[in-house]
């Protein structure tokens, strides 16, 4: 069992930037790829970035390439995610997730997922 937390979230003005965290419980935390969700009120989940296991492969959806960096720190057993040049379209909840998806942009094969932090983008 992989216990995740996230924290960084908040409220921002437009063009500013967050680093949100995601904390995991278990000594596996290596062995498996880590992923950033997020879900914006009326919409469906969608991928933002992906982390191999090993940190050598990341992967963006075109919406925050650019903009997000994603890393981790597996001594530390966290994921990362910078978020610069914020926009007010990127409101939403942010949900880090772990396992070995077939696809990393897919819901699909990610075991364990947070609860999610509330980041909120003002224009």
């Known amino acids: 069992q992989v216990h995740l937390v996230e924290s960084g979230g908040g409220l921002v003005q437009a063009g500013g930037s967050l680093r949100l965290s995601c904390a995991a419980s278990?000594?596996?935390?290596?062995?498996?790829?880590m992923g950033w969700f997020r879900q914006a009120p009326g919409k469906e989940r969608e991928f933002v970035a992906a982390?191999?296991?090993?940190?050598?492969?990341?992967s963006y959806a075109d919406v925050v390439k650019g903009r997000f960096t994603i890393s981790r720190d597996n001594a530390k057993r966290t994921v990362y995610l910078q978020m610069n040049g914020l926009k007010p379209e990127d409101t939403a909840v942010y949900s880090c997730?772990?396992?070995?998806?077939?696809?990393?942009?897919?819901?699909?094969?990610?075991?364990?997922w947070g609860q999610g932090t509330q980041v909120t983008v003002s224009s």
């Open positions: 278990a000594r596996t935390f290596s062995s498996d790829a």
């Open positions: 982390i191999a296991r090993s940190g050598d492969i990341t």
């Open positions: 997730a772990a396992g070995a998806p077939p696809n990393y942009r897919h819901i699909f094969g990610y075991d364990y």
